[in-house]
């Protein structure tokens, strides 16, 4: 399975900028896709960058990897304290050739923005 460890997560004013990453490692065949979600208190988890990523998200948020490095990167800008949440990575992954994919999750990290 896919292990993922994120980091990078903290306190930020408003209008400000953080950089998460998620480390990947495990045994698995492929990577299918990877991904970044989060979840603030009380709502459901939110999809935020990734495949498919909405316009609105992508303007503020912004996905990269290094696959020399087995991390994934997400760069927020712009904050608000909306964004406020527990941010994680997800992968999807084939543990076989013949296998069925397999989502993976990271235990997450805080983002919390004040005003």
């Known amino acids: 399975q896919v292990q993922l460890v994120e980091s990078g997560g903290g306190l930020v004013q408003a209008g400000g900028s953080l950089r998460l990453s998620c480390v990947w490692s495990?045994?698995?065949?492929?990577?299918?896709?990877m991904g970044w979600y989060r979840q603030a208190p009380g709502k459901q988890r939110e999809f935020i960058a990734g495949?498919?990523?909405?316009?609105a998200m992508k303007a503020r948020f912004t996905m990269s990897s290094d696959n020399a490095k087995n991390t994934l990167y997400l760069q927020m800008n712009n904050l608000r304290v909306d964004d406020t949440a527990v941010y994680s990575c997800?992968?999807?992954?084939?543990?076989?050739?013949?296998?069925?994919?397999?989502?993976?999750w990271g235990q997450g990290t805080q983002v919390t923005v004040s005003s």
């Open positions: 495949a498919d990523a909405s316009s």
């Open positions: 495990g045994s698995f065949f492929s990577i299918l896709g």
């Open positions: 997800a992968a999807e992954a084939l543990l076989s050739r013949e296998g069925s994919p397999v989502r993976s």
